[in-house]
């Protein structure tokens, strides 16, 4: 019982431990409950405050951008408001332009109109008046031009004469200034012995007993003689007088040697004459080798080809005109060498040009062609440069002189060969160039007497003044010395002077 008793008590000690944790639970509960309810109406109240203060705050916020678009809506319309006046005033400005484009388009087709409307006049009084003129001058349309587009032609070749005269004097003036300078200073520094050379082809004899010697039984002396040297004897009645010819100046020069040998000696027989004729040429070959060795040392040309150097020396006994063409050949090589430098050319390629230019003459015996394209082959063919094989081929104007260079050695070739004392012509030579001369200024219209002075230096032409007027005796003149040019070979230049004068008389009584 006591068990129980104790039991029973301690399940109500139990059970009211639970309701009096419940109770203080429940009071707690009801505590914080009333805690939290201060706390969320506080929270409330103080959110409520915030939301506020942030609803004002938003609502100016609201209000100012608000403002601020309204602002600028307000510019906005503004700028429009101008654009549109802007694009009215365009507007109204096309309108005017138009108008006035209008304006002048019907401006230019009742000008247009009154333009063709006066054409048409034009022409009608064109052809009326050509039509009175044709019935007063008694000319056609046709013949009145032609005679205008005659007198227009005759007014513009006097002047086109006239101006080309004036420019020619102008030309001439200051060349001959230049060319004058260029050439003393040349012949400053060249001298020259101004005689010319005779080349020898007889041999004096002590006897004429010797003529039958040197002929030989039946022949047989002279024909060795002539088949070992190749040249021709030519024994006449001369007294004491033998004359070697031959085409070839070398072996010429080997024929007289050994001609000279033989009558010296007195020994004249075929053996003998071949003895004397080998030795002889051997004797020339020496002199022709120091003689092409001399001449490029005296021109200042070491590197020549050796071959090159003994054709030049064949040179000594080849004459042009009384000319010796070794003498000739130096000369152009140093006034060609002058010139160059004085004009600034190349020095190098004008000596050499003017040494190698007549190199042909030494050979043209022995092939066909002009020694000027000979001598161009055969410089070309022993190395020498283009340049100077383009001097060569060139200095007698059988192809066009493309440098300067060569027209320096045109230049010096010319002067070497016609300053005075230089060349002599024959007299039936002579007499046949002055009467050429004379009859090309015989061969025009209105000529009256043509004379050939100066040893053919110059031509003078007497023209009749009622004929030839000023303008064309220039022009007569011109024409002459072109023909000169292109029909005649002559040394040097010709000077041609038309002589027109009028003379006028009268009588006093």
Known sequence: MELLSLGIISLGAFAFGIIFAYLIIKNSSKSLLRKSEEQAKKLLLDAGHESREILLGTENSALDYRKKIESEIRELRREVLRAEKRVDQREENLQLRSEKIDRLEQSIKDRTQNIARNEEEIENLFSEISKKLEHVSSLTAEQARSL??????????????????????????EAEKKSQKILTTVMQRMTADITSENTVS????PSDDLKGRIIGRE???????????????????????????????????????????????????PVRIENVVNKAKSEVEKIVKEAGEQLIQDAGIPNLHPELIKTLGKLKFRYSYGQN????????????????????ADVEVARAGGLLHDIGKAIDREMEGTHALIGADLAKRFGVADEIVHCIAAHHEEITPESIESLIVICADAISGSRPGARRESAEQYIKRLEALEAIGNSYDGVNETFAIQAG??????????????????????????????????????KVTVIRETRTSTVAR
């Open 148 to 173: 205008l587009l005659q007198e227009i032609e005759t007014e513009l070749e006097e002047e086109l004469t006239r101006r080309v005269r004036i420019m020619e004097a102008s030309v001439h003036a």
């Open 202 to 205: 007889t041999v004096i004899l």
């Open 219 to 269: 022949g047989r002396n002279i024909r060795a003689f002539e088949a070992a040297t190749g040249c021709d004897l030519i024994i006449d009645d001369t007294p004491a007088l033998v004359t070697v010819s031959g085409f070839d100046p070398v072996r010429r020069e080997i024929a007289k040697r050994s001609l000279a040998k033989l009558v010296e000696d007195g020994r004249i027989q």
């Open 325 to 344: 063409q070794l003498r000739h050949v130096l000369e152009t090589s140093w006034l060609a060498a002058a010139i160059a430098f004085e004009i600034g």
């Open 457 to 494: 230096r110059e031509v003078r032409v007497l023209v009749n003044p009622g004929t030839i007027t000023d303008i064309e005796a220039t022009r007569l003149a011109r024409d002459i010395s072109t023909k000169i040019e292109e029909t005649l070979v002559y040394p040097g230049e010709i």
